[in-house]
């Protein structure tokens, strides 16, 4: 049982990362200092939003309408990080 919160730890990690790439390159190209133009910087672009716009999307419907602020991957970043705590803390249950 053990090794099966050792994956679901992974996978929580592989989702924090991929979130905060996303954000990176989204302030990188607010800031234009890279460009949509670039054909890899768009396929990748493309292709974190495709992953990460769905639980974007069910996260926005909680939230209230700030402009152009975007909470949702905060949001999303801090059910990580609480889903991590309550499974490192309650591990020996499991044992």
Do not use: C, K, T
């Not at 700030?66 to 803390?89: K, S, W």
């Amino acid at each position: 049982m053990l090794s099966l919160i050792q994956i679901i730890l992974l996978v929580l990690n592989v989702a924090q990362w991929i979130i905060i790439i996303h954000i990176i390159l989204s302030w990188l190209i607010n800031f234009q200092v890279i460009s949509l133009s670039n054909q890899l910087v768009a396929s990748i672009w493309d292709g974190l939003n495709r992953l990460l716009e769905p639980a974007y999307q069910r996260i926005r419907q909680f939230l209230p309408d700030l402009g152009g602020i975007d909470l949702a991957p905060l949001v999303a970043l801090i059910a990580i990080y609480a889903l991590r705590i309550v499974l490192i803390n309650n591990a020996a249950v499991f044992i």
